[in-house]
């Protein structure tokens, strides 16, 4: 399976900037990424997109980010980036990366899946 691990978050205050990342693995096995995505989960409210990048690099941003967030992948690192200036405190959640259709090689056939991190606390304090 595909592995992604998620760094960066912190607290800051409003105004502040902070970069995440998410590191893609499969435990040695061959694989390839397509789409990734970042998403986003505040107390008591469902999880909600925050920006996708395609392998192309084409980008998708949630309104409520345009202008602020800046999402970035590195092909030859496997990793995904999410820059995120500007932010308010309703930027407050737990932030998961995903990885759409990931192929992976089992040494016999290939498999596809949709895979998700296990989250990073983002804290805008006012």
């Known amino acids: 399976q595909v592995q992604l691990v998620e760094s960066g978050g912190g607290l800051v205050q409003a105004g502040g900037s902070l970069r995440l990342s998410c590191a893609a693995s499969?435990?040695?096995?061959?694989?390839?990424?397509?789409?990734m995505g970042w998403y986003r989960q505040a107390p008591g409210k469902q999880r909600e997109l925050v920006a996708t990048?395609?392998?192309?690099?084409?980008?998708n941003y949630a309104d409520s980010v345009k202008g602020r967030f800046t999402i970035s992948r590195d092909n030859a690192k496997n990793t995904v980036y999410l820059q995120m200036n500007s932010l308010k405190p309703e930027d407050t959640a737990v932030y998961y990366c995903?990885?759409?259709?990931?192929?992976?090689?089992?040494?016999?056939?290939?498999?596809?899946?949709?895979?998700w991190g296990q989250g990073t606390q983002v804290t805008v304090s006012s």
């Open positions: 995903n990885a759409d259709r990931a192929r992976y090689s089992t040494g016999i056939e290939w498999r596809t899946g949709t895979y």
């Open positions: 990048i395609t392998s192309g690099g084409s980008t």
């Open positions: 499969a435990s040695g096995s061959i694989f390839s990424l397509n789409a």
